[in-house]
């Protein structure tokens, strides 16, 4: 029967620990896995049983527990069947005035076919039609119990049909859409970042069958509250973020890729970097307690990117440090230095440095506490002024407009590089998203 099965698939003597999971993670599955059978214990125990099939579905799981002890639920609870209760088929969600209005209980609800649906065969309505639920058999809107642990045979939920419909059921949702109204953005093995990749990312790897997991809510809570906060700073312009949240779905087949990616010793959900192709898991559980630290985690991990940012301290330094780097052969050497008046590196600089790294620049250099002597050569008036040197220090094209934001500051990059690099198209054409 189907319970012979949900009983023998969930029994404690079958679970088997993953060698790619944590001592901590596996101990977590062999208890999730305990208290399923549990339930399907629980589950089989009321629905076997019309007397207490009938408690449940008037009084919920506080019925089974008077009833277990001796005592009258209906004595016990008073009537039930209109008030708090809202009786029958509707579990807790009846209207009306008085009655005691349901305390929680483990199965969600005063109806007992329900309770075996959200456990084992996915949400409402997919075993029938709308409306009430016979108990009879087979009506348009039935769920009949021999259905449910009859044999696999027949007509119901027997054969193919049924265990398609079972499959179907249990197919969890995805949790982040195409077009994420919060910018996290949904990646799989054929678009994940690589060294070529024109944006920094900050990845959430998951799996959509623990979506009810607590941690899994939580991780993907925060990307969600990340993504927007980066996105709004960018005026809500998604090329414009300083970096890009996606998020990876590891179940199924994809468990080995993400597992290949993240490594084995780390466990879902995870958080992790992608800088340049290269992917570093976030295990500070420091990081993780809010949006505030991981946004600031990924920044520092991009600011300290090995050769991404030069410091410039003098007009010397123009020449040595940015300007002597090996040019785009064919093109003159040019280098984009920014003049400043912080005394930290900016965030939005290095998502700016890391996103046109690959289009033909020499180098991108910086100048910070208000360097007179750098002020004075390039004739600086207010900070922050970005400049693109080309070829040498006298000849200076200066970024114009007011408009101090990512998507701006890259457009005027964008234009740079089409302006002297636009015979290298087999270049620019390997740059991806």
Not at 25 to 34: G, Q, R, V
């Amino acid at each position: 029967s189907a319970y012979r099965k949900l009983a023998l698939k969930h029994h404690p003597d079958k679970f088997k620990p993953n060698p790619n999971y944590s001592d901590e993670k596996n101990e977590k599955l062999k208890t999730a896995h305990h208290d399923k059978f549990v339930k399907v214990s629980v589950a089989y125990d009321i629905l076997s049983d019309e007397k207490k099939r009938k408690v449940y579905d008037k009084y919920g799981q506080n019925g089974i527990d008077a009833l277990e002890k001796g005592m009258d639920p209906e004595e016990a609870f008073g009537g039930g069947g209109g008030g708090g209760f809202g009786g029958g088929f509707n579990g807790f969600q009846g209207g009306g005035g008085g009655g005691h209005h349901g305390s929680h209980h483990s199965f969600n609800g005063g109806d007992a076919f329900k309770m075996f649906e959200q456990m084992f065969g996915g949400g409402g309505g997919g075993f029938g039609g709308g409306g009430s639920r016979s108990r009879g058999g087979g009506g348009a809107g039935g769920f009949p119990f021999e259905q449910m642990f009859g044999g696999m045979g027949g007509g119901g939920m027997g054969g193919q049909q049924g265990q398609r419909r079972q499959q179907q059921q249990q197919q969890a949702p995805p949790i982040f859409k195409k077009d994420d109204p919060s910018g996290v953005v949904p990646l799989g093995k054929a678009k994940f970042p690589d060294a070529k990749s024109k944006h920094a990312w900050l990845l959430l790897f998951y799996d959509k069958d623990n979506q009810q997991d607590a941690t899994t809510q939580k991780y993907v809570s925060l990307a969600k509250q990340l993504s927007e906060v980066v996105l709004k700073k960018a005026k809500n312009a998604k090329n414009g973020m300083v970096f890009k949240v996606g998020a990876i779905d590891c179940s199924g087949e994809a468990m080995k890729f993400c597992q290949k990616k993240l490594g084995k010793n780390n466990d879902l959900p995870s958080f992790a970097t992608v800088l340049n192709g290269s992917v570093n898991a976030v295990t500070d559980t420091e990081v993780i307690k809010n949006a505030k630290s991981l946004h600031d985690h990924t920044t520092d991990a991009l600011i300290k990117l090995e050769g991404l940012i030069v410091n410039v301290n003098s007009v010397q330094h123009v020449q040595s440090r940015i300007l002597a780097s090996s040019p785009t052969p064919g093109h003159p050497s040019i280098a984009i230095l920014l003049l400043t008046d912080k005394y930290e590196t900016s965030s939005l600089y290095a998502s700016l440095a890391y996103r046109h790294r690959l289009d033909g620049f020499a180098a991108f250099g910086e100048s910070r506490a208000k360097n007179l002597e750098l002020a004075k050569k390039f004739q600086v008036k207010k900070y922050p002024q970005l400049i693109a040197l080309i070829g040498s220090e006298e000849k200076v094209e200066q970024y114009q407009s007011e408009a101090m934001d990512g998507e701006s500051l890259s457009k005027w990059l964008g234009k740079l590089s089409n302006k002297y690099f636009q015979k290298d198209t087999n270049r620019r054409s390997r740059h991806r998203r």
